[in-house]
């Protein structure tokens, strides 16, 4: 009710300041009506609802099977995996975009994060299934060809040295959930929620003006660890128990350190960000898995653009400063202590 009032009062102001604004007033709540669809792409379940009309929710479907189709590492036709095997490739804008950022938030990360990764993820048999545990001379051999510095891209013509092989799976649904929802604000919708296989991205807030409630999963069970209310805003989660097998006793899951060639063992079990840009937060919950809450502590205090939610191994929840209104704790943590990190 509090929030509800509160947005009132920004078009209330808006309106007061200039007739433009009151158009776009007016505009905030032309669309009521809820399409909804659930669709299967980029191997996984995706959810989507969108208040807007038929049309627009037909064309974020086009955009979401789209971009599958230039980004598959597995598909023949796709434009990264002509990259892959002909060591070259002329992309579309899309592609080259995605592997631009994709690039920068490698390089902001230290390389927590390396697009090229994908020879390992093949080693371990994550990409088919066919598990195994590569020898130290294998992954010594692989860990030859992983540096995403060595990936070139001039304009739309980008290029690879040979042996390696890059991967955007660790990005790309965050890029399709930011992209499907810019189509969709462009064409005036203001209120929409996107489920790409527990990816959550939300433009604006409810058509009510209320906040999105989204519920943050478990990474060991089916139950959720919180719920976080977000507008406007991405909720990605990496964990390790989303794809893992075990051998000996030992738990091998699919985040791989890019400075071992071996599944990351960091201490935490899940990270999930949250975020305005889906592409960050996609990007950001993969490389914080890998450096371990501290590392992962130190680079959230440096930056602006994002804030973390990290389940440890040990069983302990940690949120950064700016969740501390809008997270709640459930389920196995909802009469635990939460801790807070702070900036200083
Ligand atoms: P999911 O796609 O399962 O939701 P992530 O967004 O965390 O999970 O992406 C993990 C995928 O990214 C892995 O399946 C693998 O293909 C790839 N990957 C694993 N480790 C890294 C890494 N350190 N940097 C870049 N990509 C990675
Ligand atoms: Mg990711």
């Given at each position: 009710m509090?929030?509800?009032?509160?947005?009132?009062?920004?078009?209330?102001?808006?309106?007061?300041?200039?007739?433009?604004?009151?158009?776009?007033?007016?505009?905030?709540?032309?669309?009521?009506?809820?399409?909804?669809?659930?669709?299967?792409?980029?191997?996984?379940?995706?959810?989507?609802?969108?208040y807007g009309e038929q049309s627009m929710l037909d064309e974020a479907e086009e955009l979401i099977f789209g971009?599958?189709?230039?980004?598959?590492?597995?598909?023949?036709?796709?434009?990264?995996?002509?990259?892959?095997?002909?060591?070259?490739?002329?992309?579309?804008?899309?592609?080259?975009?995605?592997?631009?950022q994709a690039l920068e938030l490698c390089?902001?990360?230290?390389?927590?994060?390396?697009?090229?990764?994908?020879?390992?993820?093949?080693?371990?048999?994550?990409?088919?299934?066919?598990?195994?545990?590569?020898?130290?001379?294998?992954?010594?051999?692989?860990?030859?060809?992983?540096?995403?510095?060595?990936?070139?891209?001039e304009g739309t013509s980008a290029a690879l040295p040979d042996g390696m092989e890059v991967d955007l799976g660790s990005v790309a649904k965050g890029y399709t959930s930011t992209s499907v929802l810019d189509m969709l604000r462009a064409k005036g919708v203001t209120s929409a929620l996107l489920n790409l296989g527990g990816n959550v991205h939300a433009l604006g807030s409810k058509p009510?003006?209320?906040?999105?409630?989204?519920?943050?999963?478990?990474?060991?069970?089916?139950?959720?660890?919180?719920?976080v209310e977000i507008r406007n805003e991405a909720v990605i989660t990496s964990g390790g128990y989303e794809r893992y097998f075990e051998q000996d006793g030992?738990?091998?899951?699919?985040?791989?350190?890019?400075?071992?060639?071996?599944?990351a063992r960091s201490g935490l079990v899940s990270v999930s960000i949250i975020s305005e840009n889906?592409?960050?937060?996609?990007?950001?919950?993969?490389?914080?898995?890998?450096?371990?809450?501290?590392?992962?502590?130190?680079?959230?205090?440096?930056?602006?653009?994002?804030?973390a939610i990290f389940v440890t191994e040990d069983d302990k929840?940690?949120?950064t400063e700016g969740l501390e209104d809008s997270f709640t704790p459930l389920g196995r943590f909802e009469d635990e202590r939460v801790e807070v990190l702070r900036r200083d």
């Amino acid at each position: 009710m509090k929030i509800k009032r509160k947005y009132i009062a920004v078009l209330l102001v808006a309106t007061m300041l200039s007739g433009c604004a009151a158009r776009t007033a007016q505009d905030t709540v032309k669309y009521t009506e809820l399409y909804e669809s659930t669709i299967f792409a980029m191997d996984t379940v995706m959810d989507l609802q969108i208040y807007g009309e038929q049309s627009m929710l037909d064309e974020a479907e086009e955009l979401i099977f789209g971009l599958e189709r230039l980004l598959s590492v597995t598909n023949v036709n796709s434009e990264i995996y002509r990259l892959n095997h002909e060591g070259r490739a002329e992309l579309s804008d899309d592609t080259a975009k995605l592997l631009e950022q994709a690039l920068e938030l490698c390089e902001r990360t230290d390389g927590a994060l390396d697009i090229t990764i994908y020879p390992a993820v093949r080693a371990w048999g994550f990409t088919t299934g066919d598990y195994r545990v590569p020898d130290s001379g294998e992954l010594a051999e692989i860990l030859e060809n992983v540096d995403y510095t060595g990936v070139s891209l001039e304009g739309t013509s980008a290029a690879l040295p040979d042996g390696m092989e890059v991967d955007l799976g660790s990005v790309a649904k965050g890029y399709t959930s930011t992209s499907v929802l810019d189509m969709l604000r462009a064409k005036g919708v203001t209120s929409a929620l996107l489920n790409l296989g527990g990816n959550v991205h939300a433009l604006g807030s409810k058509p009510d003006g209320s906040v999105w409630r989204v519920g943050v999963r478990d990474p060991e069970s089916s139950e959720m660890i919180g719920a976080v209310e977000i507008r406007n805003e991405a909720v990605i989660t990496s964990g390790g128990y989303e794809r893992y097998f075990e051998q000996d006793g030992v738990t091998y899951w699919h985040i791989i350190d890019p400075s071992t060639a071996a599944p990351a063992r960091s201490g935490l079990v899940s990270v999930s960000i949250i975020s305005e840009n889906g592409t960050l937060a996609d990007a950001f919950s993969t490389a914080l898995f890998v450096m371990g809450l501290d590392d992962a502590a130190e680079f959230w205090r440096e930056s602006d653009d994002f804030e973390a939610i990290f389940v440890t191994e040990d069983d302990k929840l940690y949120i950064t400063e700016g969740l501390e209104d809008s997270f709640t704790p459930l389920g196995r943590f909802e009469d635990e202590r939460v801790e807070v990190l702070r900036r200083d």
